[in-house]
Structures are given as C-alpha cells and as structure tokens.
C-alpha cells in the first residue's frame, strides 16, 4: 500500500483554495491522525519544492519556537524572525500551516 510519504506526486500535490476543509481538520488536531488527503497536503507544505519556505525553529526546547525562512538558495543561512516567537508548538505549527498554505494557494486562508 502506497502513503504520503512514498507517493511520488505528494511532493506535487496541488492545494485547491476552496479545501478549507482540510485547514479546519488541522486546526483541530494539528499531531494528528490525519486523513490521506491532508497528509499529501502536509507533505507538500513541507517538503515540496518552493522558495522562502517556512518553518520553526527551536529557541527552548519543549518550550519556545521562532518563526524561521528557508533560504531561496542552498547553502545560504535560514533567517529567523526573533520577534514572532511562540510558546505554543500548535500555535506555533497553526502560524505556518497559514503562511505556507498562502504560499501555495497566493490567498489568505480563511475560515469561517
């Protein structure tokens, strides 16, 4: 049986804007379980291929995360933005779940 993580087209996966559906699942239970479509959706938004990714960085383990931005090119340092800092990982993982899903769909992700 073939999941996310073997599938070869998860990392191309195209996000439809109209799938709040999906953010709403995230939303209420960011560690999962997850269904088969908002693995390959996490998937994509995570290792898919795009420039200025987002991601966290540890401050404190266990304890305190900052927002962070991968390079656009490889081998240059990840920039990380001191002054958006969680204490929360949902939170935290909720903060860049939104920028990436602008990222991939070019809109504000908004839910009812």
């Given at each position: 049986m ?28 960011i ?19 795009f ?8 401050l404190?383990?266990?304890r ?19 002054d958006?800092?969680f204490?929360s ?5 909720w903060h ?8 991939l ?8």
């Amino acid at each position: 049986m073939m999941d996310h993580t073997s599938d070869p087209n998860a990392a191309r996966y195209v996000l439809d804007p109209r799938r709040t559906d999906l953010a709403r699942e995230f939303r209420q239970c960011i560690r999962g379980p997850h269904s088969e479509e908002l693995k390959k959706l996490l998937h994509r938004m995570r290792w898919g291929g795009f420039p200025g990714r987002y991601l966290l960085a540890v401050l404190e383990p266990g304890r305190r995360w900052a927002l962070a931005q991968m390079p656009d090119e490889r081998g240059q340092k990840v920039k990380v933005f001191h002054d958006v800092v969680f204490d929360s990982l949902d939170e935290a993982e909720w903060h860049v779940f939104r920028l990436r899903w602008k990222a991939l769909t070019a809109s504000e992700l908004k839910l009812d």
